[in-house]
């Protein structure tokens, strides 16, 4: 059973968060949560996001916001602040992509033949490490078609997790909790096998690793959508959907820093 987000205790030293239906509401940053974020780095608390989107995506956030590391591809790609440079760092070994991209692109044909009206996502193009099949976003499949494209997937020897718009899909060896870990380790100079002083929220079943690694777990409300299919529930969820579920988050982790 999760718990409310009143009983949620500090210290916190960094907030982690998935992006789509999360950060975002109704498919954007809300300027209210953008200045959320703000508050809290004022507060001496950084944020690091953690998405399936585009490696792509990824540069230009951590370019323009005030986050301090970007996690992209479920883990696949992770942009991370160096002073005014950014540092790259990949999931897998840089050498094996371009067989993995052959195979996935060969293991797409497949699944388009089994599945009428299935394509690449419009962010694929972006993409360094994974692909992501459009399901929820440009294109309205049920969630049968998308688990029978995880099930084909997953058959040929690859990752393959629905989000609340993708399914993503590519090499085995990374997840967004493997990512993490190297960014509390490498940036923020923590012990990766400790993440007690961290929070994590989000909101899909990519995020199921995230609630089992994180004891500070925290979805927002519209993760109860899901929540009977997740494999690791999160242990706190805010009352309010998306971004208001994150400033709910924000609002919490600045008392907490108060105290």
Not at 64 to 85: D, H, I, Q
Not at 139 to 150: C, G, T
């Amino acid at each position: 059973m999760s718990k409310p987000l009143a009983e949620l205790s500090g210290p916190v030293d960094a907030l982690f968060s998935d992006l789509d239906g999360t950060l975002t509401t109704n498919g954007r940053v809300e300027a209210a949560t953008y200045a959320a974020l703000e508050r809290l780095g004022e507060a001496g608390i950084p944020v690091v996001l953690v998405t399936g989107r585009p490696a792509g995506w990824a540069q230009a956030l951590l370019t323009m916001s005030p986050l301090l590391a970007v996690v992209s591809e479920n883990g696949g790609v992770t942009f991370v602040r160096e002073g005014n440079k950014q540092k790259k760092i990949y999931g897998v070994p840089a050498s094996t992509l371009p067989e993995w991209r052959r195979r996935m692109r060969a293991a797409m044909v497949d699944v388009a033949n089994e599945i009428p009206g299935i394509r690449l996502s419009s962010d694929s193009q972006y993409r360094e490490v994974d692909l992501a099949i459009d399901w929820n976003e440009e294109v309205n499949l049920s969630v049968d078609d998308a688990e029978r494209a995880v099930k084909m997937l997953r058959e040929q020897g690859f990752k393959a997790v629905r989000s609340s718009v993708h399914v993503n899909y590519g090499p085995p060896d990374f997840d967004k909790l493997s990512a993490v870990k190297v960014v509390v380790e490498k940036v923020l100079g923590g012990n990766p096998d400790d993440l007690d002083r961290y929070v994590y929220v989000g909101d899909s079943l990519n995020d199921a690793p995230m609630f089992y690694g994180f004891e500070k777990s925290v979805g927002v409300a519209n993760v109860r959508e899901w929540w009977d299919e997740l494999e690791h529930q999160p242990k706190f969820v805010t009352d309010e959907r998306e971004g208001a579920g994150v400033r709910q988050v924000v609002d919490r982790l600045l008392t907490l820093a108060n105290d």
